[in-house]
T-cell receptor
Framework: QKEVEQDPGPLSVPEGAIVSLNCTYS??????FMWYRQYSRKGPELLMY????GNKEDGRFTAQVDKSSKYISLFIRDSQPSDSATYLC??????????FGKGTKLSVKP | DAGVIQSPRHEVTEMGQEVTLRCKPI?????LFWYRQTMMRGLELLIY????????DSGMPEDRFSAKMPNASFSTLKIQPSEPRDSAVYFC????????????FGEGSWLTVV
């Protein structure tokens, strides 16, 4: 089992929809959780960062971590065509390196 | 500020040829990472350096791959000899500190081995 699992999609939604992206992780020692966004033919860029459990909100984006179920979520409200990209979740702990999921490809149709 | 700079952006080479990918990390960053991204396996860490010293190369697929960091502003990833299964996007990334700190990625080097 890979340490971070992510549904690759693709996911297609209409503009304005609420998008939910999810990952699971297996290592209970993981303490920090990130979401990276990757546009086509570009490198990943950090979108959201969460330490330990809880929610973090930034504009239209909300990151949620549930350590009891080892579940990581990213919600996008009022999705826009410019949100079309691949979203990668990543997790890490005090030991070892950041582990990335394979990414979910999102397409927001106008 | 300039981000992580990689070259070449695209490379098409024949099987058996040597490939050298180059990276300039963000100034002041003390960690440098080389990743490989494919559809099948996603983003995989190949090797990382701390203060120019290789720390963990357990992700390097085989002896055909080697990486160096002769100074704080330059690193190379070399594949010799290259094989078609090496075709992928290779990302260089850097960070200041490691645990939980933001990793900044370059735009990638798109390698095709025919």
């Amino acid at each position: 089992q890979k340490e971070v699992e992510q549904d690759p999609g693709p996911l297609s939604v209409p503009e304005g929809a609420i998008v939910s992206l999810n990952c699971t992780y297996s290592n209970s020692a993981f303490q920090y959780f990130m979401w990276y966004r990757q546009y086509s033919r570009k490198g990943p860029e950090l979108l959201m960062y969460t330490y330990s459990s809880g929610n973090k909100e930034d504009g239209r984006f909300t990151a949620q971590v549930d350590k009891s179920s080892k579940y990581i979520s990213l919600f996008i409200r009022d999705s826009q065509p410019s949100d079309s990209a691949t979203y990668l979740c990543a997790s890490g702990g005090s030991q070892g390196n950041l582990i990335f999921g394979k990414g979910t490809k999102l397409s927001v149709k106008p | 500020d300039a981000g992580v700079i990689q070259s070449p952006r695209h490379e098409v080479t024949e099987m058996g040829q040597e490939v050298t990918l180059r990276c300039k990390p963000i100034s002041g960053h003390d960690y440098l990472f080389w990743y490989r991204q494919t559809m099948m396996r996603g983003l995989e860490l190949l090797i990382y350096f701390n203060n120019n010293v290789p720390i963990d190369d357990s992700g390097m697929p085989e002896d055909r791959f080697s990486a160096k960091m002769p100074n704080a502003s330059f690193s190379t990833l070399k594949i010799q000899p290259s094989e078609p299964r090496d075709s992928a996007v290779y990302f260089c990334a850097s960070s200041f500190g490691q645990r939980g700190n933001t990793i900044y990625f370059g735009e990638g080097s798109w390698l095709t081995v025919v």
